[in-house]
């Protein structure tokens, strides 16, 4: 193969998602077709690295000239509530949702032995300095249902139990667990089970 193709091929690879044999395939045709296809990927790139950063505030995507982005800047949403997630895609999944409206602010990640990750690692100083400046009173955990998601959720807990004061400590709060939409009981895995009895809600 020739070697800047070889190129492509590798860095493609490293997308989610995409092994090798589909990296291949992709390359093969943005080379096939470069009017149409790898001009305007290159320059969309070029863009998206030149624009895109992370908020200074909460840590969501924004453009440079929005910086802080519109989930910190807009008036109308609900300023004394604060979701907390472990990367930026996931903010746009909860907006989705429409069920919540106040602010956000990103982990970027969560606690991982095995990755090396430890509290220092992750915006959990920036969490606090913004707690005690912008007053929220609920802290919503919105974190990932497994093993480091829960320590991650529960390290937060205890840093948060008396803050920013032990006489107004903020309301610290995580996603329900339950059955997916559409699912069934004999579908679904023991410990989302188990979860789903141990949170159950009293029906009106």
Sequence with gaps: MLAPLETLVRSLAHLPGLGRRSAGRAALALVREPERLLDPLVLALREARAEIVCCSCCGAFTVRSENPCTFCTDATRDGASVCVVEEPADIQTIESSGAFRGRYHVLGGKLSP???LGPEKLRIAELKDRIAREGFTEILLALSTDMEGDATAGYLAECLRAWPSAEAPARVTRLAFG??????????????LRRAIVHRCVVS
């Design 114 to 116: 095995v990755r090396r």
């Design 179 to 192: 059955l997916p939409a559409d699912s069934g009981v004999a579908y679904s895995d023991p410990l989302t």
